[in-house]
């Protein structure tokens, strides 16, 4: 079991920065294959934003983000980090926290960090806005 805590959202201004954590707990937050973030619209897909993986320690980041978003992890591993920076109008949504404690987003089982249905954790999500 692996309860996510999202926090640090808020509304800010266009080119701003917001840092989302997600504090992790309970017996299987340990170990867990991939840990990501994703965001949420109102009548649209989930969508993946980054991820952080144990096998090889990678980071994956979507297009949209690459080059202003920042995933982390503190060394323990108990926390999880996204530093948005550059924000733009689009960033607004519903963020999520994800956790994948059974190896379905690694590539071996046909798994992918972006696709929602790999993670069998969340968070209730924590609401970005940023305005023009």
């Known amino acids: 079991q692996v309860h996510l805590v999202e926090s640090g959202g808020g509304s800010v201004q266009a080119g701003g920065s917001l840092r989302l954590s997600c504090a992790a707990s309970g017996p299987a937050s340990g170990g867990t294959y991939c840990m990501g973030w994703f965001r949420q619209v109102p009548g649209k897909s989930r969508e993946g934003v980054a991820a952080?993986?144990?096998?090889?320690?990678?980071?994956y980041y979507s297009d949209s983000v690459k080059g202003r978003f920042i995933i982390s992890q503190d060394n323990p591993g108990n926390t999880l980090y996204l530093q948005m920076n550059s924000l733009k109008p689009e960033d607004t949504a519903m963020y999520y926290c994800a956790a994948d404690s059974t190896g379905d987003t690694l590539p071996v089982y046909g798994g992918s960090w972006s696709e929602s249905r790999a993670y069998n954790y969340w968070g209730q999500g924590t609401q970005v806005t940023v305005s023009s």
């Open positions: 952080i993986c144990t096998v090889g320690g990678k980071t």
